[in-house]
Structure formats: structure tokens, C-alpha cells
């Protein structure tokens, strides 16, 4: 999602778009690999020279919370969200070799997992899938 999109976003919704959580969004969406939490700092200590780990938590838990970015848990990394709508879960194919990261939509998957978690008293806070192989440019 293009940075306008998430001033966009967040004027739509009422939420306030700080300066830090805008740049630790624009660090992620410039790193063409899911990027860690540690090195966000690195990149955000280059902007403000005190920027401190809670600085980058806190933004991020800010995006996670309203789908601007996710969170790669098997790479513990995070990536832009590439659709520009808020969705339920999130499904992903992870190449083992490069790191690259796509998000994919199965998007009959989040109806049947609320359909059968209904039936129990389960309340889902989030759910990811995330399936490991080979991408096409690592297969040759
Ligand atoms: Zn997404
Ligand atoms: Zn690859």
C-alpha cells in the first residue's frame, strides 16, 4: 500500500498517523524483504537519532492492529499489506531461499474458520498461514 494510501487510511478511520509511525511504515515498504524489528531501528536511529525499541514497537503494534503491515511469525519480520482493504487473517508464501514474502488470498479461508469456530466458545484474536517452499526464480 503506497504511503498516500496510509494517510488515506488513517484519515478515514480517525487515527493519528505520528511521525514515527509513519517512517517505520515507509522503512518496511522500502525493504523489498520482510525486514525485523532490530534492523527498523537501525534504519529509524539513521532518521531520529533516539529513536528507542519501544519508539518501533509501539508503531508497529499501531500498523499490525489496523492491517497496514503484517507480521511474518516463522521469519519474525514484518511486510506491507498489499490490499488496500482490511482483512481477516492472513495467508502468505514464504521462499526459503530468498526470504521473499507474497501475500496470497484464499479467501473462502476465513469464512469457513469463522464458521466452524461459532460453533465453540473460542474467541479468535488473529490467525496467519504461512506456506514455506521454493519461488519460482530459486527453483532454476
Ligand atoms: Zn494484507
Ligand atoms: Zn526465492
Redesign the pocket.
Known amino acids: 500500500m503506497p504511503l498516500k494510501d496510509i494517510k488515506k487510511g488513517c484519515e478515514a478511520k480517525g487515527l493519528r498517523l505520528t511521525t514515527s509511525r509513519q517512517d517505520v511504515y515507509e522503512i518496511i515498504e522500502k525493504s523489498d524483504k520482510p525486514i525485523g524489528a532490530y534492523e527498523i531501528l537501525e534504519k529509524l536511529s539513521l532518521i531520529h537519532s533516539a529513536s528507542k525499541p519501544p519508539t518501533v514497537y509501539r508503531a508497529l503494534d499501531f500498523l499490525i492492529k489496523h492491517?497496514f503491515i503484517?507480521r511474518i511469525e516463522s521469519l519474525n519480520a514484518y511486510i506491507v499489506?498489499?490490499?488496500d482493504h482490511a482483512?481477516h487473517g492472513?495467508q502468505f508464501i514464504v521462499c526459503d531461499k530468498c526470504t521473499r514474502v507474497e501475500?496470497i488470498?484464499l479467501c473462502h479461508l476465513p469464512k469457513e474458520i469463522d464458521s466452524r469456530l461459532s460453533d465453540t466458545k473460542f474467541q479468535m484474536l488473529y490467525w496467519n498461514t504461512e506456506i514455506h517452499g521454493l519461488c519460482q526464480a530459486c527453483q532454476k
Open positions: 492491517n503484517h499489506c498489499e490490499e482483512h492472513s501475500e488470498h
